[in-house]
């Protein structure tokens, strides 16, 4: 019992005590007798000045040679000897390197794989090499004689290329039974700068990227036919096959190094591939590096984890090099290139909708993002719970992105090469833990690589995940950088085995793929569904285990097996017995699976081309930073307006879309057939200067049709006439005129305006040049006749300088019969005002949302749970975020004249474990506050510092400090008795900004239901977009609690910044939503269940 629960809190994340024995414990090189180590000589000719890839480190390969049922182990030396390992059980090893005839000790090495490369039922090798400064590296394939011994056959089978080779897959991409081949390459070019992306369709003799169909057991090339780029500037790193999209055909993923952008070949079934990195994802890893596919959270769906270089200690991170300029930046999306981040990424599959495959980066809400200089990543059931844990090596042994490092290169004078030796001296050498990551469950993880044993400092390259003893727990080894090869034995069996329970499947497959290389094997069983597909080269230079490996739990007993053989012939077992390695044979297979039509049309259906608004909004160029460098995000993106309503008494509703900056807004009339129609309206054209960022509809001159309110914003204008709000009053058949006495004469930057009874609630988001100063929002009054006065100081001091509101809404949340309102901002919280005796009273606190500060986007009021109250849905920042907030530790923003310039600053500050550290490095600080350059003259000498570290402390005091405590997205529902329960929304709703809600039955089953959508693309590089939206409907069960609907069964895909969100009722009787999105085209999905 004792163990037990100390293993228990170990899988909590707690740090065992010594008398808690961790998840894996070493194996020392004497005992096993693996003795391999990775050393690399400080060369005054090769070293990581003339090489960039120098401290790459090499693969390892696991597998079982011999056929005696234990998984060997081949080694990669970069210059020395290779080593083949012979598994004698027990953790005991025999080094059979010699005799076995592969050491190839020439030249410099990389990757490692193993495949039965001819078809003849014994594992091959194949080890990759580079060529160049003179090493002579090259591939090689072993092919297996039988006996313990391996021939060099490179040459005879046409796989003798020679370049700047990383590492082999070997897998049938054409369906036609054996193994066909891809080779991935780097490059060694120096100067790095973005050249135009077409670059990569010129083939390059010794880089670039090679498929090699196996033609009867010769490989021919046969990569420009199959749509395989193979351009000097792809610096693939890492490489892995998955069926992504399911349908039957393996694709493959590439990830690459530096400008060229990561390759997403989508299989296309007939022996050709198209690349789409760009259309299934929003943005990738910057540096990427390693890479691995596999379903972690058990929808059946394989997902991509892609590493980088973003460091997670606060020291690492302020003295890296930092992203690259914005300028940089979009040069580089000019000529051609994705978005990339200088961070890990988690691309969660969603699915295939409207014939399109889409993934969402959530490695930040996961807490997988930041690990250091990283090169392995692996999924694997390391605790056999039933979820995949992911495993990272990382470490560089010299850092050369150490911005001393760098600053240093520049006072190095013109024409002049100082000894390697020196600059290799600057460098700092920081032994860094590997990461391993355990699977909460719920899409994210926590680290628990010290408590499980495996967190010891060091440099860590190529890893493989292996059952070495077979005793249903998955071993760790690892290729170290200048140091003995680890071996770490898992004992989550001997320490629990009654609630750990496994199975490991071995493949015998038909012809010549003999290990049933690209078979999926499906497993359900404890309510839960497994997939693992058979691939063994993952991770960075490395292969793994190729039996697939299941962790079961508590569960003893599997419902059903399935195996998707290559040939798509299945098999299916059930009732099968846990704790035991099951081989199945490829022969035994009898069927093909069946084409399952969906079980349910989706919900939703994008009808935009087929009823067209020919309308677009275009944002103009406007870079926020450039005045003020340190504020969180642009201000500048906020539109387009939206606002729906029947304009023209016919009946149908009709649409109004604001315009950006010199683009007037405009207003579509829908016809008897459901089509809509743009009207000339000169009022709107006249008004074009004007950036509309939201509108309403509503009778403000009491005349019985819908007039129009339309809100100016836009942080580019400073003040002025572009600043103005605009009422524009209908002529009752849809015309309209602009009422410029009707309005109180103000200008602000405003974010939102909400008509309720005889009031007209107008907010404003920012004062020019000075983000985190509340400006003044505005409480107006209509007279019934159209003309308004501000109300504001009078009956609502309140609202005057509220904050940076973004959005509210009318209600009578206490059911007295009045309305009140309720405002939510950036850095505010959930603001109450109840209407008492003709005034609007504060009453935050009283309603229960003190503390609930957030960077709050949208509200909506509206009955969730069918008790006659109104409650709220909250759009937020949500928690895929570099920077968090809770109530425990929350995010900051100082802003002041620290330094008596004459202007303001905001440094913001977010805690990073558990020390709150502003965002910006020392070089984004100097650029606002220059006199801190004698402060800290190095960056080493910056570090960690705390914000009370940098700004002396007088001028902190004076600093005004705004807080959030909260960036989920969230509900709050109505107690009935004046107070309200914040409840967050679930997780898939955090993976982006929502900026817009819906609530309404869209399922038919009488239930309220929600659509939320957002996503924000206004940061800088170094935060990185957030558009891991798509839309997301939530299926509400009447009593408050929602659930995510996945993708694929709902048919919502909402691409773009979404703005606003309004149901609208066609002619044609069926019901629509419109989807307002920042420089793109109104969206139209259909709503298929009827109102």
């Known amino acids: 019992m004792r163990r037990l629960l100390a293993f228990t809190l170990a899988l909590a994340g707690c740090h065992p005590s010594p008398a808690e024995p961790p998840l894996f414990v070493a194996v020392a090189p004497e005992s096993s007798g693996v003795t391999f180590a990775n050393r690399l000589p400080e060369d005054s000719a090769f070293n990581i000045v003339s090489y960039l890839y120098y401290y790459n480190g090499g693969g390892v390969a696991a597998g079982d040679i011999d056929g005696n049922g234990l998984i060997d182990l081949y080694f990669v030396s970069n210059l020395g000897r290779n080593h083949l390992y012979r598994n004698l059980g027990n953790f005991k090893f025999e080094d059979i390197t010699d005799r076995a005839g592969v050491a190839d000790s020439v030249g410099w090495k990389s990757g490692v794989t193993m495949a039965d490369v001819n078809g003849d039922g014994r594992l091959d090798i194949f080890v990759s090499g580079v060529d160049y400064l003179g090493m002579h590296g090259r591939n090689v394939l072993y092919i297996n004689n039988g006996d313990g011994t391996f021939t060099d056959r490179t040459h005879e089978f046409g796989l003798d290329f020679a370049g700047y080779s990383t590492q082999a897959a070997f897998f049938d991409y054409d369906g036609d039974g054996d193994l066909d081949m891809y080779l991935l390459n780097s490059s060694t070019l120096t100067e790095r700068a973005a050249s135009p992306s077409k670059s990569r369709l010129v083939r390059n003799a010794k880089a670039g990227d090679r498929l090699y169909r196996n033609e009867s057991g010769h490989f021919v090339d046969v990569s420009a036919a199959a749509g395989i780029y193979g351009g000097v500037e792809g610096f693939g790193l890492g490489v892995v096959v998955s069926d992504v999209n399911l349908d039957g055909c393996p694709d493959i993923y590439v990830a690459n190094d530096f400008p060229e952008n990561d390759f997403l070949y989508l299989n296309n079934c007939n022996g050709t591939f198209t690349e789409s990195i760009a259309q299934a994802t929003g943005h990738t890893s910057r540096f990427s590096m390693g890479a691995d596919a596999a379903d972690f959270n058990n929808d059946g769906r394989p997902d991509i984890a892609v590493l980088d270089m ?11 090099s930092p992203a690259e300029r914005y300028e940089l930046f979009n040069l580089k999306l000019e000529a051609g290139y994705h978005y990339q981040y200088a961070r890990n990424t988690l691309q969660l599959n969603r699915g295939v909708t409207e014939g399109k495959l889409r993934f969402s980066d959530i490695g930040l809400l996961a807490g997988v993002a930041a ?30 992105n150490d911005l001393d490092y760098i600053a240093s290169l520049d006072s190095i004078p013109a024409g002049t090469q100082p000894p390697a030796a020196r600059l290799i001296a600057k460098m700092p050498h920081v032994p860094h833990p590997n990461y391993l990551f355990r699977n909460n469950g719920n899409l994210t993880f926590i680290n628990v690589a010290a408590a499980w044993g ?3 400092a060091g440099f860590s390259n190529g890893a493989a995940y292996v059952d070495l003893d077979n005793d249903g727990a998955l071993d760790l080894v690892v290729n170290n950088l200048n140091a003995p090869a680890a071996i770490y034995r898992n004992r989550v069996r001997e320490l629990d085995p009654a609630t750990h329970h496994y199975l490991t499947v071995a493949l015998r497959g038909a012809g010549a793929n003999t290990a049933g290389i690209g078979a999926k094997v499906m497993v359900a069983a404890g309510g839960r569904h497994q997939l693992v597909e058979v691939m063994p080269t993952r991770g960075f230079e490395s292969a793994v285990d190729p039996r697939p490996h299941f962790g079961l739990g508590a569960t003893s007993r599997i419902d059903s097996l399935t195996v998707i053989w290559p040939d798509r012939r299945q098999q299916v077992l059930e009732n099968v017995t846990a704790d035991r390695t099951i081989t199945l044979s490829q022969s035994d297979a009898r069927s093909h699976p069946p084409i399952r039509p969906s079980a349910h049309p989706p919900l939703f259906s994008d009808i935009t081309d087929r009823v067209p608004v020919s309308y677009k909004h275009k944002e103009n160029a406007f870079f926020d930073f450039r005045r003020e460098p340190l504020m969180p995000h642009l201000l500048s993106t906020e539109g387009p307006a939206l606002a729906v309503g029947d304009v023209n008494g016919d009946g149908r509703d009709d649409i109004y879309v604001g315009g950006g900056k010199w683009q007037a807004g405009e207003l579509f009339v829908q016809d008897a057939n459901g089509r809509f129609h743009a009207m000339a309206e000169p009022a709107f054209t006249a008004d074009s200067l004007h950036e509309d960022v939201a509108a309403v509809f509503f009778d403000a001159d009491g005349d019985g049709d819908l007039d129009l309110y339309v809100v100016s914003g836009g942080n580019e204008f400073w003040e002025g006439e572009p600043l103005r709000d605009r009422l524009y009053l209908n002529d009752g058949r849809g015309h309209f005129v602009r009422a410029p006495s009707a309005l109180p004469d103000f200008f602000h930057n405003g974010s939102c305006a909400v008509a309720g009874g005889n009031f007209l609630f107008v907010g404003s988001r920012v004062v020019a040049r000075h983000y985190g100063v509340a400006p003044r929002s505005y409480l107006l009054e209509n007279d019934g006749h159209g003309h308004f ?35 939510v901002g950036e850095w505010m919280p959930i ?133 959030a405590d909260q960036f989920a997205s969230a509900i709050a529902l109505n107690r009935g008795d004046g107070t309200f329960e914040l409840r967050p929304l679930p997780v898939e709703a955090q993976f982006a900004p929502v900026y817009a809600s819906l609530a309404g039955d869209f399922d038919g089953d009488g239930k309220t239901d929600l659509v939320v959508a957002g996503n924000f693309y206004g940061v ?21 609690q929602f659930a995510a609907v996945d993708m694929e069964r709902s048919g919502l895909a909402i691409e773009g910044q979404v703005r606003h969100l309004a149901l609208l009722k066609r002619a044609t009787g069926d019901r629509l939503i419109v989807v307002a999105r920042n420089n793109d085209r109104l969206q139209l999905e259909q709503i298929a269940a009827p109102h």
């Open 789 to 823: 006065r501000d109300v504001t100081s009078q009956i609502a001091p309140g609202l005057d300088s509220i904050g940076m509101v973004t959005a509210a809404t009318w209600v009578d949340y206490d059911g007295d019969g009045k309305l009140d309102l309720i405002v």
């Open 310 to 320: 973003l460091p997670d200690s606060e020291r690492l991170l302020k003295t890296a």
């Open 454 to 456: 495996v967190g010891a």
């Open 371 to 400: 690990t250091d200089w990283s090169w392995a990543p692996l999924f694997a059931d390391f605790d056999n719970d039933g979820f995949k844990d992911l495993f990272v090596t990382t470490g560089i042994y010299h850092r050369p």
């Open 831 to 963: 603001r109450v005002f109840h209407q008492e005796n003709g005034r609007f009273v504060d009453r935050t606190e009283q309603a229960g949302f003190a503390g609930t500060n957030g960077w709050w986007n949208s509200i909506q009021a509206v009955d969730l749970n069918g008790d006659g109250r109104p409650d709220l849905v909250l759009g937020n920042l949500g928690l895929n975020s570099f920077v968090r907030a809770s109530r425990a530790e929350p995010a900051r923003l100082y802003v002041g004249d620290f330094f008596d310039t004459g202007s303001l600053a905001q440094i913001l500050t977010s805690y990073r474990q558990e020390v709150s550290y502003p965002l910006a490095g020392r070089d984004e600080l100097l650029q606002v506050m220059p006199a801190l350059r004698s402060r800290f003259p190095t960056h080493a000498s910056f570090g960690a510092s705390r914000i009370e570290d940098i700004i002396p402390r007088t001028a902190l005091r004076k600093a005004r400090v705004l807080q």
């Open 1020 to 1040: 800088t590089p170094v935060e990185g977009r957030y558009d891991a939206s798509y839309g997301l409907f939530l299926h509400g069960d009447g009593h408050g």
